[in-house]
């Protein structure tokens, strides 16, 4: 079993949608959560960061983690074509310079 | 916010040259970076970790040979990718951890704008 699962999609869908992202993982020692957004042939930019177990919104977007069931999951409110791109899930285990640690990544394509 | 830069964002070269990419913290330094590599819809791999003053640390599978690393001061690390084959050819990215930064965050990563690399 892989450490972080998420799956590739493709997803698509319309403009206006709500777009649900998520991630299960299988280490409970990850305490840090992020999501990261990547356009085609660009470095990834963080979107969202959660310590911990909870909600946290910014702006369309809501992260949220719930370490009991091990699963982090990604909303986007009215999704806009904009917003159409790979997102990546990303953990981390503790404190320090310690690597990230990807899911696979979900291609999202929002239609106009 | 941080940025990290990296140089030069695509290359193409003949099998058997050597490579060079280089990644900068811009706005902040950084003791620990990250290089990765990623191919065409695939997420992204962890090659090693690059330490300012020591050996880089190489994940499993990839050849500290091949994959040479060096972290001369603290807002720059190069990985140089030597006697390159078209295998190699793909998207080279580096990132620099926060967390020792004042208000950068624990576990948050900052990346480069990744190097696309063709062997041909």
């Known amino acids: 079993q892989k450490e972080v699962e998420q799956d590739p999609g493709p997803l698509s869908v319309p403009e206006g949608a709500i777009v649900s992202l998520n991630c299960t993982y299988s280490n409970s020692a990850f305490q840090y959560f992020m999501w990261y957004r990547q356009y085609s042939r660009k470095g990834p930019e963080l979107l969202m960061y959660t310590y911990s177990s909870g909600n946290k919104e910014d702006g369309r977007f809501t992260a949220q983690v719930d370490k009991s069931s091990k699963y982090i999951s990604l909303f986007i409110r009215d999704s806009q074509p904009s917003d159409s791109a790979t997102y990546l899930c990303?953990?981390?285990?503790?404190?320090?310079?310690?690597?990230?640690?990807f899911g696979k990544g979900t291609r999202l394509s929002v239609i106009a | 916010g941080a940025v990290v830069s990296q140089h030069p964002s695509r290359v193409i070269c003949k099998s058997g040259t050597s490579v060079k990419i280089e990644c900068r913290s811009l706005d902040f330094q950084a003791t620990t970076m990250f290089w990765y590599r990623q191919f065409p819809k695939q997420s992204l791999m962890l090659m090693a970790t690059s330490n300012e003053g020591s050996k880089a640390t190489y994940e499993q599978g990839v050849e500290k040979d091949k994959f040479l690393i060096n972290h001369a001061s603290l807002t720059l690390s190069t990985l140089t990718v030597t006697s390159a084959h078209p295998e190699d050819s793909s998207f080279y990215i580096c990132?620099?951890?926060?967390?020792?930064?004042?208000?950068?965050?624990?576990?948050?990563?900052?990346f480069g704008p990744g190097t696309r690399l063709t062997v041909l």
């Open positions: 990303a953990m981390s285990r503790n404190s320090g310079n310690t690597p990230l640690v």
């Open positions: 990132s620099a951890p926060l967390g020792g930064v004042p208000g950068g965050r624990i576990g948050e990563q900052f």
